[in-house]
């Protein structure tokens, strides 16, 4: 279970064609309210019973009914091209059945699928002579390097520099996609390469901390900053790339 | 945290608390915040905004998830290449 604040997506504040200064000037301000809401995040290794037959745990089709949205998101999320994103699922899936003696069940199975994903992937750039956001091998700076991000967004005494702007209503709801996702596949490239797989194991595959943490072998304090750290740049990469000057007029 | 939080500390709460649970006082300190502070409730609705999307949990009609008609063209391959 995680807990977090929600707020109204789109409420009174983000009305379309509203100028979010104007909006906060008409008193949103005191409307605003969050509702707390729990909810659980489906765990990987719950889906995996062990009184599942053979055949089930075979069956391509129920991989997809079970991990095709996910696994379809990390993709997109890493190529920026829905239709690609979709055959690279469609291959995962294929090259599973195909190699599905090579599973012992010791990962769990969307473990497994993910892992078989992200070769598809590097396979797509690699063929694409496009540059991968997954090479093993990248000469980034370790993350653990000084990351100023704060610093950067931040005064001394703690105030936003640069401040944050409305962005309307959901922008998947009136921009087009792909071009969108071809942004957020480029802002997502420019985090460095761990913090990178950090924050998308957390955000996309929803896996547990403790996991991450192995898999990333770091602290789980460590893993929260890094995520903090990645969540600040993703948002002022976005902002910047999509969302300025067109929401507020 | 001591007094009432800065921007920062509101923002890496925000943060934090989307992996753990954070004591009341906190939370408390924080909504007192959020209530007065624009950017940092711009910032509260943004990072929700990139959860939901990612997760697919989106509230719009167009949440991030495979459509239909590519489920049913991966279905096909499915069944031609493997013959399940």
Redesign the interface.
Known sequence: MIERLLFPASGSCDQKGVKPSFAESRGCAESYNPIRKYFAVASETSMQSAEQTREERHDPKRWLERHGDVLYRYALMHMGNPAAAEDAVQETLIAAWRGHDGFQGTASERSWLFGILRHKINDYFRTESRWALLDEHSEEPDFDAADDIEAELFTPEGRWRIRPGGWGGDPLDHYEQQQFWQVFRDCLAHLPQRLREGFMMREVQEEEVARICTVLTITENHLYVLLHRARLRMRLCLESNWFQGDRNT | MMGMP????V??L?????????PAGERLA??AH???C???????????????????T?????A???SDN??E???H??SE??G?
């Open positions: 800065s921007c920062r500390d923002a890496r925000l943060s934090h608390m989307q992996e753990r649970p954070v924080l909504r959020l209530m007065l624009t950017s940092c409730r711009r910032y509260a609705r943004q990072l929700n905004w990139l959860h939901d999307t990612l997760n697919g989106g509230g719009q009609a167009d991030v998830r495979l590519a489920k063209r991966i279905r391959a499915l290449k493997t399940s």
